[in-house]
Nanobody
Framework: QVQLVESGGGLVQAGGSLRLSCAAS????????MGWYRQAPGKQRELVVT???????NYADTVKGRFTISRENAKNTVYLQMNSLKPEDTAVYYC???????????????WGQGTQVTVSS
């Protein structure tokens, strides 16, 4: 069984910063892509950024230059540093990871429970 546990959300004023963390635990042999998505009230879940296990990243245009993703493979953890936050960044942020349970097995996508980020104007 695999769990993704997020932390670091909260309330911040516009222009401020937050750092989200997501740690994967359980029956893990390997993790491929990790990343962050978000869902604002009344909207669909959208990509924020992903990172491969060799460090290649893919950012949504709306967060480029403000958000930075990183990962610690030894800790099965991914981070999201969010700077210059705007009210439109307000959403529930979800961590995701593609996880292989055993050598040669398939990768399965897992999601965290979500963490609320609220940016006040």
């Amino acid at each position: 069984q695999v769990q993704l546990v997020e932390s670091g959300g909260g309330l911040v004023q516009a222009g401020g910063s937050l750092r989200l963390s997501c740690a994967a635990s359980g029956s893990i042999f390997s993790i491929n892509n990790m990343g962050w998505y978000r869902q604002a009230p009344g909207k669909q879940r959208e990509l924020v950024v992903t990172i491969t296990n060799d460090g290649s990243t893919n950012y949504a245009d709306t967060v480029k230059g403000r958000f930075t993703i990183s990962r610690e493979n030894a800790k099965n953890t991914v981070y999201l540093q969010m700077n210059s936050l705007k009210p439109e960044d307000t959403a529930v942020y979800y961590c995701t990871a593609s996880i292989q349970y055993r050598r040669g097995g398939n990768y399965y996508r897992h999601w965290g429970q979500g963490t609320q980020v609220t940016v006040s104007s």
